[in-house]
């Protein structure tokens, strides 16, 4: 069971490059989530997507865009990186109902120079 | 806005030595609550979670937390650390109001624990 699986776990891109983060889960959840971790600040929202055909802005959307692809995957896309979102991205899943935790992927390692 | 406090970013204890993380919320309404650890280089993993019941919740590895909700707080303690504790916890909050169950997380308390 493999649960919340990441592509890639590391990149380095330029400074305007663009790229897709991949998120896959396995475990038939409808809510999936896309984080940023920065050191000191926690995770913070970037974008979700509550059920299938559905996606919101977060608390940090700005310079990325989502796609829920399907129930399985919800991929984050940036489209002109910037050294700012420099960070480590984590993708999560939830079952439905009151109390479910949600399920993290192992991350993907940006970097952007 | 809501928001999470954890108070103590950086703890250094000695092994068999207790513990206790703080954590605040800032939201007048019911929530549910979460506590996550990261070990080193890994992903967020379910320590513990509240969301009805007795205030007092047991999790895996020998934690447990309070949810205090007058006190708006839900501290994590653990009686006797060990050196495998080592690791970041996060202190995560969900109001029920928010239907996309989203989290809302603090900034983190890294423990070092000293064999």
């Known amino acids: 069971n493999a649960g919340v699986t990441q592509t890639p776990k590391f990149q380095v891109l330029k400074t305007g490059q663009s790229m897709t983060l991949q998120c896959a889960q396995d475990?038939?959840?409808?809510?999936m989530y896309w984080y940023r971790q920065d050191p000191g600040m926690g995770l913070r929202l970037i974008y979700y997507?509550?059920?299938?055909?559905?996606?919101d802005k977060g608390e940090v959307p700005n310079g990325y865009n989502v796609s829920r692809l399907n129930k399985r995957e919800f991929s984050l896309r940036l489209e002109s990186a910037a050294p700012s979102q420099t960070s480590v991205y984590f993708c999560?899943?939830?079952?439905?109902?009151?109390?479910?935790?949600?399920?993290f992927g192992d991350g993907t390692r940006l970097s952007i120079l | 806005a809501q928001s999470v406090s954890q108070h103590n970013h950086h703890v250094i204890l000695s092994e068999a030595a207790s513990l206790e993380l703080g954590c605040n919320y800032s939201?007048?309404?019911?929530?549910?609550l979460f506590w996550y650890v990261q070990y080193p280089g890994q992903h967020l993993q379910l320590l513990l979670k509240?969301?009805?019941?007795?205030?007092l919740v047991k999790g895996i590895k020998g934690f447990e937390a309070e949810f205090i909700k007058s006190k708006f707080s839900f501290n994590l303690r653990k009686p006797s650390v060990q050196w495998s504790d080592t690791a970041e916890y996060f202190c995560?909050?969900?109001?029920?109001?928010?239907?996309?169950?989203?989290?809302?997380f603090g900034s983190g308390t890294r423990l070092l624990v000293r064999p």
């Open positions: 999560a899943s939830r079952a439905g109902g009151e109390g479910q935790p949600q399920h």
């Open positions: 475990m038939n959840h409808n809510s």
């Open positions: 997507s509550a059920s299938e055909g559905t996606t």
């Open positions: 939201y007048g309404g019911t929530v549910n």
């Open positions: 509240y969301f009805s019941g007795d205030p």
């Open positions: 995560a909050v969900n109001p029920r109001m928010d239907s996309s169950y989203k989290l809302i």
